[in-house]
């Protein structure tokens, strides 16, 4: 005969009392789910915390909502431009670093890291991967992944950007908070991934920003201290938020707007554009269609009069020979297959 058995109901009705009453269970419970949560919060520091499953990736709309969610703060830091109000130097401050995210992010990321179109010292590579991650676009290695997968499938189903598959939304911002968008393939970047100090910054992409935005907001502090017009915080929320937010914005329109405005020079297989608007405002990566026609070359604007801030920039840096072999693009190449 068992114990249980053996007990008379009285018995039994003690022991029942004996038990930990249902609030202990469901404290343990939700310091469990806690504890969960913060471990799955590492990876906003630590990207190799996180993989995700085949199923989860071919989802292409499962949103990784934990993930998304230091972007998502950063649209609404810039509110706080109602409470800090502006100054001159602040947003001279902000309109200077939009200026080199973009660069960084046309140079460095898309014509360095993702189309190989010169080629540096590992020290200048390094710096190259340093500023393009203050740029708040995750580091260079998950960018060319990302990027060279949208040339080999652009405007395909596969294209987790492409206006025409996905619509403007989700090839605007939608992609990257999803699980497929966080992921990438290794396998697409091996002249890249052979680098520890490459793979350092891409798994822990959110270093380079938060220690930008520290010294900005000391910047600021210092700033004031000596008499000028600003503060710690105005400096950070400017400086910071406000232009990465507006400069990622302008990277993005590059995957949504150029496959849907502008005009078509070239029979390429997708709906790429060239637009002068948008090349003023991403420094002259508007020139889509020529892009995607002619990938490998180092400037976009084919033509003397397709201004192309990006690629005067370079041809600085090959001056002073912290870059060289820039890859030209073919005369006969150029004027072939127009529309
Ligand atoms: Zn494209
Ligand atoms: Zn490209």
New binding site residues.
Partial sequence: MTEQQTMTPLAAQLQKLAQPAPQATYKKKSSWRISSLLRSATCWFDTTTKSYSEAETDDKYSIDWLRMIPYAAMHLMCFGVIWVGWSPVAVIVAAALYAIHMFAITAFY?RYF??RTFKTSRVAQFIFALVGASCVQRGAIWWAAR?RHH?RHSDEEDDIHSPHRHGFYWSHVGWITSKAGFDYDAKAVPDLMKFPELRFLNRFDNLVPLIEAVMLFFFGMFLEAYGWNTSGFQMLIWGFFVSTIISSHATFTINSLTHMWGTKRYKSKDESRNSLLLALLTFGEGWHNN?HYY?GAVRQGFYWWEIDLTYYGLCLLARLGIIWDLTPIPRNVRESHQL
Avoid: Q
């Fill in positions: 898309h993702s189309h990027h040339h892009h990938p």
